[in-house]
């Protein structure tokens, strides 16, 4: 959901986005958890990845439909969702680590073509 790093600078906006974020990771869980009620499924075992990306190709969708439309589209990606279950896993655990390193090159504070010819010096 690139909920990762955030893109605002002042704190208003920060509150904002993240708050927009948990709106939206709530939005898929409650689909989810409807979804499992409806065809009695556990809700661990529906996958919560598929889920993101049926809600989005359904939302582009759902935008243009109104009345029962919408209630049968709204039923079909339900069955979709709780159609995609999480597989059994076959790979070894791996470790929990960031791969994005800082890198250790200086900051670009002048003009590019400036600096360019004082590199070239």
Known sequence: MSMEKLRCQSACMVRKEIAVHMLAYNLIRTTIAQAAAVHNKLLR?????????????????????????????????????????IGQRKR??????????PKSYPLLTQPRHKMVTICNK
């Open 92 to 101: 070894k655990k791996q470790p929990r680590a960031i791969k994005r390193r």
């Open 45 to 85: 075992l529906i996958s919560f990845r598929a889920a993101v990306q049926l809600v989005n190709q359904a939302a582009l969708q759902l935008a243009h439909l109104f009345g029962t439309l919408m209630k049968n589209s709204l039923d079909t990606m339900r069955a979709m969702v709780v159609a995609t279950s």
